[in-house]
């Protein structure tokens, strides 16, 4: 299994060819289902018999769709002297949230929401300051009623990956296959990347998604989400599913990698890893909390949420709407496109417009635009379809806004962009 960074972003468009009907293969396929689904079911059980549960409060009820607050813990305490030196964490004690998302559940369906650490909140003491440290004030509850708070959208589950878990999980599907297009050498992550296609074994791969140097929070998010999509892939391969040394593996890191909140038993694990399919195959749809780059009153760095961009997101999430198949009955081959270059890098326009055109969309121009730090796609009003279409398909993924001062789908690339590419 592989996955290249600056490919297959985001959900497929779904063909309208009509399929031939063959009833003892799909009467085949159905029973192949059930088994696969009961072998799942007894696996996820004794799974989360050996996941350590942690108290987690300010959490909803069970709902549909059901909705996961998955953090990467960057606590160093369970790591020894040695770790700490192989991992390139550092000591910085105390713990923060290096990473936040929030996954989506419906059926088969899953939608990734992806906070950025340093987004200014008012956190669940009334304090404002960076989402990463809510976790500080009250422990994880605080966090969920954080980013519910924000969001609107209510957290029925929380999971908690450790650095040296996510380490091993990695190793025991014997790394992961990742395509980068530039080299990454940074001494502070521990990692010498080269360019190329290459398997990270967990100590890269741990470098890998937690490097800030070489872009910006949204860059990170873009290689953490591309990472999660091909380590999925590898634990959904066959070649995993049906090695028992390596099924057996995974199921033991698994157990010690991960911490969860005390009402996560069997059956809304079960439905995380049904929907976890969407991700593994490409489905999945991801999105970034739209925010600005700005600085507090004492001069630290945060990014200020877009609210009215980022608003219509939390709804869509809230009420499942951001899962509805419907909008793929638009084909790529219905939606024109401007492709503009507000990078400032000589023949990044083009070069999207060449994965646009490869893809089926209909590139009516390449251009350029104002210097801008953000990739955006603007679209008329009634066009936010294709919008969601075309900023899927963008490396590293796009916001959308819908503005009446353009005629058709507009896609300006920021220099965000250029480290995807």
């Not at 088994?35 to 709902?63: E, Y």
């Not at 873009?222 to 057996?248: C, K, M, S």
């Not at 084909?331 to 990078?343: D, F, K, M, W, Y």
Request: net charge negative; hydrophobic share 40%; glycine share 12%.
């Amino acid at each position: 299994m592989s996955a290249e960074v600056d490919q297959d972003w985001g959900p497929r468009v779904r063909g309208r060819g009509r399929r031939r009907r063959r009833v003892p293969v799909v009467r085949i396929l159905a029973a192949l289902v059930l088994v696969v689904l009961l072998v799942a079911v007894l696996f996820a059980a004794w799974v989360t018999s050996r996941i350590p549960k942690i108290d987690v409060g300010h959490l909803a009820g069970s709902g549909s769709p059901l909705h996961v607050l998955v953090v990467g813990s960057d606590s160093r305490e369970a790591l020894s002297a040695e770790e700490r030196n192989e991992l390139s964490t550092g000591s910085a004690e105390g713990e923060r949230t290096d990473t936040i998302f929030l996954l989506t559940v419906h059926r088969g369906d899953a939608a990734l929401l992806a906070f950025p650490r340093d987004l200014l909140v008012r956190r669940c003491d009334g304090s404002e300051g960076r989402i990463n440290a809510a976790v500080q004030v009250d422990g994880p509850g605080c966090l969920v009623r954080t980013v519910s708070d924000l969001s609107g959208i209510p957290i029925h589950h929380y999971v908690e990956v450790t650095f040296g878990g996510f380490r091993d999980v990695v190793d025991a599907v014997d790394g992961v296959e990742m395509c980068l297009e530039e080299p990454i050498n940074d001494r502070d992550a521990g990692i010498d990347l080269a360019a190329g296609c290459q398997t990270l074994d967990g100590r890269d791969a741990l470098g890998f998604v937690r490097v800030r140097k070489i872009d910006d929070d949204y860059g990170r998010i873009g290689r953490q989400q591309a990472f999660l999509r091909a380590l999925a892939g590898e634990i959904a391969d066959p070649a995993t599913l049906f090695d028992p040394r390596r099924i057996l593996g995974i199921s033991n890191e698994m157990g010690d990698a991960v911490a969860t909140d005390r009402r996560m038993g069997v059956i809304p694990l079960a439905r995380v890893a049904w929907g976890g399919r969407a991700l593994a195959d490409g489905r999945a749809i991801t999105h970034v909390v739209p925010a600005d780059p700005g600085r507090t009153s004492g001069g630290a760095a945060v990014l200020y949420v877009r609210q009215t961009e980022a608003e219509p997101l939390f709804r869509a999430f809230r009420d499942g709407s951001v899962l509805d198949t419907e909008p793929s009955e638009l084909t790529p081959g219905e939606v024109s496109v401007r492709v503009l270059n507000g990078a400032g890098i000589a023949g990044l326009a083009g070069q999207v417009g060449e994965l646009l055109t490869s893809r089926g969309y209909e590139v009516a121009e390449i251009g350029n635009a104002d210097p801008t730090e953000r990739t955006v796609v603007r679209y008329p009003p009634g066009a936010a379809v294709g919008a969601g279409m075309v900023a899927a398909e963008v490396p590293g993924g796009a916001a959308t806004e819908e503005s009446p001062d353009v005629s058709r789908i507009t896609l300006i690339l920021g220099r965000d962009a250029a480290g995807s590419l």
